[in-house]
């Protein structure tokens, strides 16, 4: 009995024991300290050693694209590390192509800061805001889907391209201990400056959606940041528009209609929407409303599990672009905005090349 609780007590003291060190470890030999980051060669700034380059831009208020939230499964966080950055870790290898890694091309949300670093960013990023605002209006347009209007409360105003995305801060709630940032894209039109409308899809224990479905209410102070992105509308040309989406996918598109219509823009566009059944359509008498409006705009949505009443199109959004798009060989006059899940995007994308659309001429942004 002696030599077991001897035992016992010399087993706790070494595990006590090596706790200790490995605490003292973390807080004094990881300690890095403060570090300097120098951007585009110009604009120094004091952070703190050991925390991420996203996170200390972040310290800087200075953001960068990171859909994600910094988990190393968005890839949008890129940035040149010059100097500093150390060799490119595992965690970033699925996201950098071999010319990014010959370019010095780094995951800004996986590079730790350990010694000086020197960073390239596009300069337009130093114009990205954060913005406080409170939520005046939240609807359920399906059971899963909420659009938000939210308000921009601390006097700024923000200037965006129809199509481009804010991030989204969830703060801690119960059930999740972290602040985390999401991108949603804003689904109003760029001349509402003191607001931004959301539509905002429940992903299960997702946990922005889980925050923005069960948490936030109207009344709800909210803050965001933005605008990114270079999904939007190109006004340089004047081609005919093909735009597809699924789902919350209409978001980005309902920013561009309404931007289009206010600007009395006389380009032929086409939208189609997919969904499963009726149910899940929403929004359409707004999409009726610009069809009137618009200078020739179409909306068409289709169904993949359509009931015996409906009389719209069947299939997929894909089935609907080999279906009523012409083959065109010159490519020329068309282009196409998509936006949704990765397996509609990809299908589709094939669908528009096989249509005779350059690759360059086909917009996307993917949701997951
Ligand atoms: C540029 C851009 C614009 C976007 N705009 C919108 C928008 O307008 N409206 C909108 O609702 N969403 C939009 N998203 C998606 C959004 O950023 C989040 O990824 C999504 O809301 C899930 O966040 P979450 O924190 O709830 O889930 P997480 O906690 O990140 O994920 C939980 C789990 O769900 C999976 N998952 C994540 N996203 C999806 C998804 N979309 N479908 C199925 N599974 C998923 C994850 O892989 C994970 O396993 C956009 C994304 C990008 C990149
Ligand atoms: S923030 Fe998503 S990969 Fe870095």
Redesign the pocket.
Known sequence: MTTILSTVFIITGITTGLAIVITFANAFIADYGEKKMIINNDKEYIVEGGKSILSALVDQKIFIPS??GGKGS?G?CKCKVNEGGGPVLATEMSYLTEEDVENDIRLSCQVKIKEDVKIEIPEELFNVKQFEGKVVFSKDLTPKIKHLRIDITDGQEIEFKAGQ?VQLLAPPYPGNAEE?F????I?SSPSETKSID????Y????????YVHEHLSEGDEVLFNGPF?DFYLNEETGCDIYMVAVG?GI?PIRSILHYMNEKKIERKARFFFGARTQDDLFMVEEMKRLEEEMYDFEYIPVLSRADDDWEGERGRVTDLVDKLMEKSDSGEGREAYLCG?APMIDSTEKALLGKGLPEEKILY????
Request: some cysteine.
């Open positions: 859909a994600c968005c949008y995305y985390v999401r991108a949603y894209s689904a959301l539509i905002i899809g992903v299960e224990e997702g946990i922005v959606t889980t992105g919350t978001a899940g942004d993917k949701f997951d």
